[in-house]
């Protein structure tokens, strides 16, 4: 998988006024679950050709929520592998 990760403002989490990740993920891969520093989940948009895109909402932006870490999931629902996003500084 291949991803970047942007964002407005910062670079601390609580000062960031927006914060994006995109990228494609390898054919194996039929989800990618973003997971907020609060532990909520959500399902990137996906598309056939396995690029994805997510944006933070911009009231747990403005709670000082931060992008955890995303985690790629298979076809059969089981967890491939765990992608941290280091943005706890």
């Given at each position: 998988?291949?991803f970047?990760?942007?964002?407005e403002?910062?670079?601390?989490?609580?000062?960031?006024?927006?914060?994006?990740?995109?990228?494609?993920?390898?054919?194996?891969?039929?989800?990618?679950?973003?997971?907020?520093?609060?532990?909520?989940?959500?399902?990137?948009?996906?598309?056939?050709?396995n690029?994805?895109?997510f944006?933070?909402?911009?009231?747990?932006?403005?709670?000082?929520?931060?992008?955890?870490?995303?985690?790629?999931?298979?076809?059969?629902?089981?967890?491939?592998?765990?992608?941290?996003?280091?943005?706890?500084?």
């Amino acid at each position: 998988m291949m991803f970047i990760e942007g964002f407005e403002g910062g670079p601390a989490p609580q000062q960031r006024t927006g914060e994006t990740v995109s990228g494609i993920a390898a054919p194996a891969v039929s989800a990618i679950i973003v997971v907020e520093s609060n532990g909520a989940r959500h399902e990137a948009d996906f598309s056939s050709g396995n690029a994805f895109f997510f944006a933070m909402p911009r009231t747990d932006l403005e709670h000082g929520i931060y992008l955890d870490h995303m985690d790629a999931i298979g076809a059969s629902g089981r967890l491939l592998q765990t992608i941290p996003m280091d943005d706890a500084s």
